[in-house]
């Protein structure tokens, strides 16, 4: 069987003025508006929440996301003990 290379994305962030933002190792977009982005990375489910959020760039090829606008919070979601999302959506939404 031949040595097949995984190559697993590295998450980062870097967060510039509170005005743009990078993210990288992002899988999958799982939605977003104005006010709030929420994406599967490496790391886990990252929820950007801010006022006219605006994707300028999306790789998900490369796993890149750039944001802009005004960037109030950055949360990570916890997973739950039966590894499935139960983070704080899941406590809000039910």
């Keep these: 069987m031949p040595y097949e290379e995984i190559s697993v994305m590295q998450h980062r962030l870097e967060l510039d003025g509170r005005e743009r933002l990078l993210v990288t190792g992002v899988e999958e977009v799982e939605r977003f ?10 790391a886990g489910v990252l929820v950007v929440g801010g006022t006219q959020l605006h994707i300028g760039k999306l790789n998900l090829d490369g796993g ?3 944001v802009d606008g ?4 950055l949360l ?17 939404f039910g």
């Design 64 to 66: 890149e996301l750039h």
């Design 33 to 42: 508006d104005e006010e709030e982005i929420v994406m599967n990375t490496t």
């Design 76 to 92: 990570y979601e916890d997973k739950g003990p039966s590894g499935g999302q139960g983070g704080f959506l899941r406590r809000l």
């Design 70 to 73: 005004a960037i109030h919070t």
